[in-house]
């Protein structure tokens, strides 16, 4: 059989389709006999041809791993014998590659302990004083361990002093690639005995890391992979070595003559050592050595010739740069911004950025608006109050640059600034829209790349103007209609459709003039099936998406069903999961608008986004050998399936070390989170007609709560809140026992599920949507999620462990004293999004049940009102206490509470109603307000000095927003306790201030004060009627104002008409025309 074999598998090498057809047929039949394993072994061992041992090597490793059982006993020891022999023997590379990896396998099925020869094998080979055994012996160490990491735990210890004296052997670069790679393997498996002697390997590591990259830069690049297992898994071998490690990182990523694969390695690695350890990286003063080497990096030249990626004519302007140093160097200013304290970043960041900007070089000015550019996101609060202005005239400045380069940088930094400083940045519109308007006439010229990056800032910056963008209008839809009517350019309609989008989220039904064209054409995109359109369709679905939820129900309305099809034909005929996603957040928009429209078609749209949920499409495994062998390897069972995928699928749980790793498209990633969250609205929009999708679609979405990519997992958390809101407003419309039941089972399983991702999760922005999602719940379900006795606890405890920084997601630094008042702007975030809850958690359960835990977490709370916090911090936690006493007002034992609690809160409220930042001073003039009605008697004797401060406030504040509060403060305190208020002088000052001008939401406070004190003492207001009659003209027909508060006027404004028309008459004829008719049709129409 042997020379059959042989000839068999020779003929798999030819290039003739036909030979290797025959000899596949030929080779199945062979399969079929129970000889072929010592066939095998002796072409394995004994062939002349290299490359067909390693044929030999590779059948058997796909016998052995599918069908181990199969073999006989006999078969299995003398296997194990041969492959040893041939190993020691062997002198091909390759042909030992594949022979370790047949070891690796069978140790899968035997392991160490039962193949002694093996493990002696490895011993003596990688002790042998000849380099080239030990060079082999490594080889087969790392494929066996690579795939068995567990069962060789016993061993580790002495693994590692192994691995420590073969770091040590500089003049043999394979054997040190080897060896760190199976440092790498067992890393992640490591216990604490083994950690000692893991942190003393440290710096024989980088020494030999040098020597590999002198050696080989392909395998430096893999073997540096080591460092970021580490970090994922064993941060605190790093931290002792910190600063060399970083050291060795910026030699590599600055050094211009090794490769960029190499240098990206290194620089991320920096990244990822900040974005975990930042505390450990400013402790240690490493911030100004990184930022001293990078800087040269991000702001160096392309060779002569050449362009950086992003400013290529083809680049696609979506941000996603190929990786290149350049890049890794703007990420790591990018990740400082969004893990550090600003003020400890930009001391040592502005001067270097300062210094780029004023140079003569366009890579340097570059290089200091792109810095720029990546600290809006995470310094977004340090940005708009402290240095907005200045940053802003930078930017503009250069937009008028010489260079196309800068220019285009300049776009992106405004790009940015327009998404993440708001509402700061359009303020700044009269100066900033006729210069991207004037962008914009030059269209025709300019490059295509050039011209996306002007549509990427305009589009930021118009979707946040709301109505200010109305002068604009014209100019910005005569642009966009003639683009998607008149170029042949797709790239330039794309980018048309896109802005309409934007347009759209600013201009809400100013738009409806230009909605029938826009449409018109949205619709000619969207009927087309051909492939160059793909995109063009795609941003069209998701500007029709934008319409649909912003240009009003009226208008949308006759065209919604109409879109659901369309949505569905699109999906029907074109497989492409852009396209998929885009659709979903179209249904979604419509179950906004219309849910009905939704009903008769949920189960294709429900079971077309569950298989994107499901399906495994975009992942790709990566199989270390050649493809073509797989298919050979079929068994007489007949349904067995050929297809690599498959037989990837087949033993997912053991194969999983004999891949080389997975990818996953991005366009796979985003259509598995927009699936969720559409499923969550739709579940939610489309109420009792979701009901018999609710728990298919909640399974689905509950399996994703483990997936490897972050924004999937955030999404899933989401959407699972979403589906307890909506069982929650099923319940609530159609009150039965099952519907409850239904709520009660959903919760159980979601409020564990959530408190135990807090304790758990690494990534901060999974924690964050983990927050917001359940704050959302507590909101709605209230007390039917404290069903549960021990909810009440968890829920406490978790919100206290954010505040106190003690979950996987926040980096303590192992350093309690470490700068309280200083953490980075989404550290800080992360734990608003935990203080919101509790405001929610005091609403929901009686004041008496929550009193212990709110006591154990105020202290957190009332920390932040310090004068040295940030002015956000300072805003959280003023703003926080007047929510929890806001919400006190509502629940059984509040007042007691608040009672208990107005000697503490005070003075914090006091002070912040002195504050110098308008939010701080207007959080606390609404907590002071909140007080006086919770607590109600007990604070009597504190009105005469809250009285004071108010009096003060009134007469300098200027913030309208704030003398708005103070006016519902005011009538708080009276509606709580009329006697201890001066009437005759605080209610002519309130009255003064009407009507209010910013927070519309608190006239239904001021009203009802009112209503209350024509019943209390009439002659007092009768007195102040013709400005009380006028604050109500502005209310009455407000759109902005709600319909209880419109009511509470009318009903005043009738009383005063029929007890006193005179008076009422001369006061409604004092007001201008338009005022005094929407007064008469309000107190007519009631």
Not at 48 to 69: D, E, F, G, T
Not at 148 to 159: D, S
Not at 189 to 216: Q, W
Not at 1045 to 1060: C, G, W
């Amino acid at each position: 059989m042997t020379e059959e074999l042989e000839q068999i598998l020779s003929q798999l090498t030819q290039p003739d389709n036909a030979i290797i057809q025959q000899a596949t047929a030929q080779l199945k039949q062979a399969f079929k006999d129970p000889a072929i394993i010592p066939g095998l072994c002796a072409v394995m061992s004994g062939s002349q041809n290299p490359q067909i041992r390693q044929s030999a090597a590779v059948m058997l490793r796909l016998r052995v791993k599918k069908h181990w059982k199969k073999i006989s006993p006999n078969d299995r020891e003398s296997l194990k014998a041969v492959v040893l022999q041939a190993f020691m023997q062997e002198t091909e590379h390759t042909v030992q590659h594949s022979l370790s990896q047949l070891c690796a396998v069978m140790v899968k099925h035997e392991t160490p302990d039962r193949w002694p020869a093996l493990l002696q094998l490895l011993n003596q080979s990688t002790k042998s004083s000849n380099p080239h055994d030990r060079q082999v012996g490594l080889l087969l160490l790392n494929k066996v361990i690579e795939s068995n990491p567990e069962p060789f735990k016993p061993h580790y210890c002495q693994l590692l002093q192994l691995l420590r004296s073969v770091l040590e052997d500089h003049n043999n670069p394979t054997a040190l690639y080897y060896c760190i790679l199976t440092l790498t393997a067992i890393t992640a498996f490591i216990g604490t005995e083994e950690m000692h002697l893991m942190r003393s390997i440290l710096p024989n590591l980088i020494v030999a890391l040098k020597c590999l990259i002198k050696a080989d830069q392909n395998q430096a690049s893999e073997a540096m992979e080591v460092f970021n297992e580490l970090m994922e898994s064993e941060v605190s071998v790093i931290v002792p070595h910190v600063a060399d490690v970083v050291r060795f990182f910026l030699e590599v990523g600055s050094d211009t003559n090794l490769s960029d694969s190499l240098r990206v390695k290194a620089l991320s690695c920096v990244t990822f050592l900040i974005k975990l350890k930042s505390k450990t990286v400013l402790k240690q003063k490493l911030l100004s050595p990184i930022l001293q080497a990078i800087f040269p990096v991000l702001t160096a030249a392309p060779p002569p010739g050449e362009q950086d990626p992003e400013d290529e004519e083809d680049d696609s302007g979506d941000g996603t740069d190929n990786e290149s140093p350049k890049h890794c160097a703007a990420q790591i200013i990018d990740t400082m911004a969004l893990h550090m304290p600003p003020e400890k970043l930009f001391q040592q960041l502005m001067p270097l950025t300062q210094t780029c900007l004023a140079s003569e070089n366009p890579y340097q000015r570059k290089g200091g608006l792109m810095c720029l550019a990546v600290l809006a996101e995470g310094c977004a609060d340090h940005i708009r109050t402290k240095i907005l202005k200045s940053v802003l005239q930078t930017v503009c400045q250069s937009l008028s640059d010489s260079s196309e380069v800068v220019r285009s940088a300049g776009l992106f930094a405004l790009g940015q600034f327009s998404e993440h400083l708001q509402p700061e940045v359009s303020t700044y519109c009269s100066e900033l829209m006729p210069l991207l308007l004037g962008y914009l006439s030059s269209l025709n010229q300019a490059k295509v790349g050039h011209v996306t990056k002007a549509f990427y800032a305009l589009e930021n910056f118009m979707e946040n103007l709301g109505a200010d963008i109305e002068p604009y209008l014209p100019t910005l839809m005569e642009t966009m209609l003639s683009a998607l009517n008149n170029t042949d350019n797709l790239k330039i309609k794309e980018l048309a459709v896109s802005a309409i989008g934007a347009i759209a989220n600013a201009a809400k039904e100013l738009l409806v003039p230009y909605f029938t064209p826009v449409i018109e054409s949205l619709k000619g995109f969207l009927t087309t099936t051909t492939e160059e359109m793909r995109s063009l369709q795609t941003q069209s679905l998701d500007t029709l998406s934008v319409l649909a939820r912003t240009i009003g129900k009226d208008v949308f309305s006759p065209l919604a069903a109409e879109c659901v099809q369309l949505g569905l034909n699109l999906t029907n005929t074109i497989d492409d999961p852009d396209l998929r996603r885009c659709t979903y957040s179209l249904y979604s928009a419509v179950s906004i608008v219309t849910p009905d429209c939704l009903t008769p078609h949920l189960t294709a749209i429900t079971t077309v986004m569950l298989y994107a949920l499901k399906s495994s499409e975009g992942v790709t495994a990566h199989l270390e050998e050649d493809k073509a062998f797989v298919l050979l390897d079929d068994d007489d069972d007949e349904n067995e399936e050929k297809d690599t995928e498959i037989f990837l699928e087949d033993d997912k749980g053991t194969d999983i070390h004999d891949v080389a790793g997975f990818s996953v498209e991005n366009a796979y990633i985003d259509e598995k989170e927009d699936a969720c969250e559409a499923l969550g609205e739709i579940a939610f929009n489309a109420g009792v007609a979701f009901q018999p999708f609710l728990e298919s679609s909640f399974q689905q979405v509950y399996e994703m709560r483990d997936f490897p990519h972050e924004d999937v997992r955030r999404a899933a958390f989401g959407a699972m809140g979403q589906f307890c809101r909506a069982q929650h407003k099923v319940w609530k419309e159609n009150p039965t026992e099952a519907n409850q039941q239904a709520l009660l089972k959903l919760l159980d399983i979601v409020v564990p599920c959530f408190l135990e991702t807090v304790r758990r999760e690494p990534e901060r922005h999974v924690v964050m949507g983990v927050l917001e999602s359940m704050n959302s719940v507590i909101k709605s379900c209230k007390e039917e999620v404290f069903k549960n006795p021990s909810r009440l606890k968890e829920i406490s405890h978790a919100i206290r462990d954010v505040l106190k920084k003690k979950t996987p997601c926040q980096d303590s630094g192992g350093d309690e004293a470490d700068d309280e008042d200083q953490q980075a702007e989404y550290d800080a975030m992360l734990q608003e999004f935990a203080g919101e809850g509790i405001p929610l958690v005091a609403a929901s359960v009686p004041a008496d049940n929550f009193f212990p835990f709110l006591n154990d977490l105020l202290p957190f709370i009332m920390n932040k009102a310090k004068s040295s916090c940030t002015v956000a911090d300072r805003s959280f936690s003023v703003g926080t206490i007047a929510e929890i006493l806001h919400a006190l007002m509502s629940v059984s034992g509040g007042r007691g509470v608040a009672g208990r609690l107005s000697n503490r809160l005070l003075p914090v409220l006091v002070a912040g109603a002195k504050d110098s930042d308008p939010e701080v001073r207007n959080n606390s003039v609404f907590g002071l307000g909140c007080l006086a009605q919770a607590a109600g008697p007990i604070v009597v004797s504190d009105y005469p000095m809250m009285l004071s401060v108010f009096s003060n406030l009134l007469s300098k504040e200027s913030d309208l927003r704030v003398i708005d509060n103070l006016c519902a403060a005011l009538c708080r305190m009276i509606m709580s306790n009329v006697d201890a208020v001066p009437l005759e002088q605080v209610l002519p000052a309130l009255v003064a201030r009407l009507p209010l001008k910013e927070d519309q939401e608190e006239n239904n406070t001021v009203f009802s004060c009112l209503a209350m004190l024509y019943t209390h003492s009439p002659a007092l207001v009768v007195n102040l009627m013709k400005p009380i009659v006028a604050a109500s003209s502005h209310v009455l027909g407000n759109k902005d104002v709600d319909k209880e508060s419109q009511n509470i006027s009318v009903a005043l404004m009738q009383k005063f008409a029929q007890n006193h028309s005179a008076e009422f008459q001369a006061a409604v004829t004092s007001l201008p025309a338009e005022q005094r008719d929407s007064l008469s049709a309000a107190i007519t129409a009631s």
